[in-house]
């Protein structure tokens, strides 16, 4: 039972456009939503994060819009840059449990010159 | 910042043996994580403790066992490694975050091959 679904597998995008990621969950007792970015080599970093108490996150170029009834969240990507190419998971968690992460499968987004 | 370091980048094992894989945190967290993962398969917890002494089975438990002996180090243990567990196996570690919940942090990994 996969709790997490994450879409796209694969995305390319031309540099200053928009990615954009979608993942879906079941359980509403998750109350933890991240993203985190992953580099060749390296373990993945949080990126940006957000409480289902509020409907949209933004940090610079990254944005998470959060839809409690739909138990939908996307990252959006503004102006994508070369730099942005990397594996993108998604993540969801409750409190209890030591507050353990049950990931999406992961995007890997390529971004061209 | 907090760091999580993972004692070995490669291991290269043969089916059968006894492996060990160590993870250390710096940041007196409480909570600390192993995670396997393979492509288009995300990250799949194995294992995670909650204090010293205290574990519980993540959802692919299955082969592997855990110890933690002091709050800053958490073990994987390998009791008899096969071909079906060569993975990237990745560790991390999470503070209690004050009440609220608080993001993972992750080691660099260890890429495991198991001949």
């Known amino acids: 039972q996969q709790q997490v679904k994450q879409s796209p597998q694969s995305l390319i995008v031309q540099k200053g456009g928009i990615s954009i990621i979608n993942c879906a969950y079941e359980n509403t007792a998750f109350d933890y939503f991240p993203w985190y970015q992953q580099f060749p080599g390296k373990g993945p970093a949080l990126l940006i994060a957000?409480?289902?108490?509020?409907s949209e996150k933004k940090e610079g170029r990254f944005t998470i819009s959060f839809n409690k009834s739909a138990k939908q969240f996307s990252l959006h990507i503004m102006d994508s840059q070369p730099g942005d190419s990397a594996t993108y998971f998604c993540?969801?968690?409750?409190?209890?449990?030591?507050?353990?992460?049950?990931f999406g499968d992961g995007t890997t987004l390529t971004v061209k010159p | 910042d907090v760091k999580v370091t993972q004692s070995s980048r490669y291991l290269v094992k043969r089916t059968g043996e006894k492996v060990f894989l160590e993870c250390v945190q710096d940041m007196d967290h409480e909570n600390m994580f192993w995670y396997r993962q393979d492509p288009g398969l995300g990250l799949r917890l194995i294992y995670f403790?909650?204090?010293?002494?205290?574990?519980e089975k993540g959802d692919i438990p299955e082969g592997y066992s855990v110890s933690r002996e002091k709050k800053e180090r958490f073990s994987l243990i390998l009791e008899s490694a096969s071909t079906n567990q060569t993975s990237m196996y990745l560790c991390?570690?999470?503070?209690?975050?004050?009440?609220?919940?608080?993001?993972?942090?992750f080691g660099n990994g260890t890429r495991l091959t198991v001949t």
């Open positions: 991390a570690s999470r503070g209690q975050g004050g009440g609220y919940n608080s993001p993972l942090h």
């Open positions: 403790s909650y204090d010293v002494k205290m574990k």
């Open positions: 993540a969801a968690s409750t409190f209890t449990n030591a507050g353990k992460s049950t």
């Open positions: 957000i409480r289902p108490d509020v």
